[in-house]
């Protein structure tokens, strides 16, 4: 929850460009990056410390892989170097995945085509840019039923938040911002017939996608 909207853009339009690529080094220029991020500079040194803030907060991100026999951790990238000339005109971003890590990148479940990049960064809410991911991976199912301790958790949500948190800053531009992408998109919370009714799960329907 500490990322905010522009980081998780760029992170996606990179991590979409770095998809099957293997170990090779992907190089992005400024106005390329901005261009499938979405974003728009208006000022250089603020979209330098927008990057700044990004490299910061991919530095913490690691992939724990648990099996029954053994426990490893492995790092995102081998190479993540930004280039800026003196005066922030241009910047140059270099970006290489690491051997252990690139079958990660090339499976994962956020397969996002060009199309659903652009409808991701037009996105602002960050809960929202998070229930699209989900949704989008039960597309031709049409429904998506959580807990409510897991819809608190997929969506980082802070521990104390109570039902009514969740209906205002949750839920409110969940259905504010996506129903353009999923068609008759409905939010049903699912309640406990205990006392005084205690909303025990989120239940997310919308018409589901045709594949060929």
Known sequence: RNWTSEEMNFFFAIIAKLRDKGEREVTFDKYGLAEIANYSITHNKRFEDTIESLVKKISQIHYIEKTKNSLELMNLFSRFRVVWEDDLSDMTLEVKVTEEFKYVINKLQ????????????RIRSTYAKTMYR???????????ELSTDEFKQLLDMPEYYQPSHIDKNVLKPIERELPRYFNDLKVKKVKSNKRGNPVIAYRFTFKPEKTS
Do not use: D, P
């Open 110 to 121: 956020v397969e996002f085509t060009s199309y659903e990049l652009a409808e991701f960064t």
């Open 134 to 144: 989900l949704l989008k991976q039960w597309r031709t199912i049409g429904k998506l």
